[in-house]
C-alpha cells in the first residue's frame, strides 16, 4: 500500500542532508531527515492551503483544527488528555529548548543535559549564558539508560535549576519507562528542578511491546514540566518548522510564552495544516512506516555486529543508530566512515568521539549500500 522503496529523489532540491557530500561517493546518513515521501494526506493538505492563493498572517493559537488534532493523537497514540490551553506552538522543539533555558534560568544557573545527545540540545545553556552538567548514558542489561546515581549528584548543586532530557534518547534509541520517569521526578521534586523533555521521536517506538510515557502525563512531573513533540520527525515533515509544547502548568506556562515574545516567530499556517493531516490522516501511513523501519533496524544491527570493530545496540525508538567503534583502533572514526564511502553523524559532535550515528530512515537498497561499504 506505501511504498518506501522508492524514494523522491533529493537531486536538486538543495536538500541539507545531501547538500554536505555534494559532488562526492560518500553515502549521506547523518542528520534526522528520512528518505522517504510525506503521506498523500500531509501533501494533499499543504497544497490545498497554497492553493487559497492567500498566504498572510494566522495566528497559530486560533486555528484550533490543529490543537484538536494534537489533542486526538495523544489520546489515541499516547493515552494522554490535554486541555486545549496547553498547547503552546512553536517552530521546532530546538527553538523551544532554547526558550526553555532562557525562561527558568536564574543569574549563574546551569543545565543538566543528558549525554551523548544530538549537538543542538548540547549546545542550548551556552547559547543562553548558562553552565552545562552532564549526565552520562550507560549500559545496562544491554540497553543504553541514565546514570541516575550521577544524575542524583548533578541535581544536589544547588546551582541546577533545569534539567533537559532526551526521550527517546537521541542518539541512543531508548525510551524510558515508567521507574525511570518515576525516578526522575522525584529528583526533580527533591531539588526543585524543572523538567524539559524532548519527544520529537516519541511516534517512533519500534518495539510492539513499548509505550512511550510522555513527561507531563505523569502527575509527578504535571507541574514542573515542558513537553515538546512534532509530527516533524515522524511524518518526515521538518522543513515546516512546526512544533508544540505541552505545559499544564499555568505558571510556567506564561514564564514559557513570555521568554518567545520579540524572539520566535509565529508557526506557519502550512505547517499547522500539515501537522493536522498527520494527526488525523495518517495512522495507517505511520503504521506502516514503523513496520518498515522496524525490517531496517534489524537488519542495521545484524550487519552492524558482524563488522570487525563495530558493534550496536539494538535502539527500542527513533531511526537512528548509535555505532560503537572503539574495536576499530582509528583516531578518527568519522574519517574511516567516509573514507568507506559513508557520511554518518560524527560521533564529536555527541561528545562520543569513538562513535558515530547512522540515519536508517532510508530505503532498504540504501542502507544495504551503507551496510555493504563499512563492511568492505
Known amino acids: ?10 537531486a536538486n532540491t538543495y536538500s541539507f542532508k545531501w547538500k554536505k557530500y555534494e559532488g562526492k561517493d560518500i553515502i549521506p546518513a547523518w542528520v534526522a531527515d ?5 503521506a498523500s494526506p500531509i501533501l494533499d493538505a499543504a497544497q490545498a492551503e497554497i492553493s487559497t492563493g492567500a498566504l498572510g498572517y494566522t495566528l497559530p493559537d486560533q486555528y484550533t483544527p490543529a490543537k484538536d488534532a494534537v489533542k486526538r493523537w495523544l489520546a489515541d497514540k499516547h493515552d ?22 532562557k525562561a527558568f534560568s536564574q543569574p549563574n544557573s546551569k543545565v543538566i543535559v543528558q549525554a551523548p545527545n544530538y549537538p543542538p540540545l548540547l549546545a ?6 548558562l553552565a552545562r552538567q552532564e549526565v552520562g548514558t550507560i ?30 534518547m537521541n542518539p541512543v534509541g531508548s525510551v524510558l519507562n515508567h521507574a ?17 523533555s524532548d519527544e520529537v521521536h516519541c511516534d517512533l517506538i519500534l518495539e510492539p511491546d513499548i509505550k512511550h510515557i510522555p513527561a507531563g502525563r505523569l502527575a509527578s512531573l504535571k507541574h514542573r514540566s515542558v513537553t515538546l513533540m512534532a509530527a516533524s520527525k515522524t511524518f518526515n515533515i521538518a522543513g515546516l518548522g512546526t512544533a508544540f509544547a505541552i505545559i499544564p502548568n499555568k505558571q510556567i506556562r506564561q514564564r514559557f510564552i513570555n521568554a518567545t515574545m520579540g524572539m520566535l516567530p509565529w508557526v506557519s499556517k502550512i505547517g499547522l495544516v500539515a501537522t493536522e493531516a498527520a494527526f488525523t490522516q495518517c495512522d495507517n501511513w505511520h503504521s506502516a512506516l514503523l513496520e518498515y523501519l522496524r525490517g531496517n533496524r534489524d537488519l542495521l544491527v545484524e550487519q552492524i555486529n558482524a563488522i570487525n570493530g563495530l558493534s550496536m545496540v539494538t535502539p527500542q525508538a527513533t531511526y537512528l543508530g548509535w555505532i560503537d567503534a572503539t574495536g576499530l583502533g582509528e583516531k578518527n572514526v568519522q574519517q574511516w566512515a ?28 540504501m542502507l544495504e549500500s551503507i551496510v555493504k561499504r563499512l563492511g568492505s
Not at 542550548?124 to 549564558?129: E, W
Not at 544536589?156 to 526521550?167: R, S, T, Y
Not at 525511570?180 to 524539559?196: F, P
Not at 553523524?345 to 547512522?358: H, L, Y
Open 338 to 365: 567516509e573514507q568507506k564511502g559513508v557520511g554518518p553523524s560524527p560521533g564529536t559532535d555527541f561528545n562520543a568521539p569513538d562513535f558515530f550515528r547512522i540515519n536508517y530512515g532510508c530505503s532498504r537498497r
Open 124 to 129: 542550548a545553556p551556552k547559547l543562553n549564558g
Open 80 to 101: 494522554w488528555d490535554v486541555d486545549a490551553d496547553w498547547i503552546v506552538w512553536v517552530p521546532g522543539v530546538v527553538p523551544a529548548f532554547n526558550v526553555f533555558c
Open 34 to 38: 528520512m528518505e522517504f515521501e510525506c
Open 139 to 168: 549500559l545496562v542489561d544491554g540497553r543504553w539508560t541514565l546514570d541516575f546515581s550521577e544524575l542524583e549528584t548533578q541535581a544536589a548543586d544547588p546551582l541546577c535549576k533545569q534539567l533537559i532530557l532526551c526521550n527517546p
Open 180 to 196: 525511570e520517569l518515576e525516578r526522575i521526578a522525584q529528583i526533580c521534586e527533591r531539588h526543585d528542578l524543572i523538567l524539559c
Open 1 to 10: 500500500m506505501f511504498n518506501f522503496d522508492n524514494p523522491p529523489s533529493r
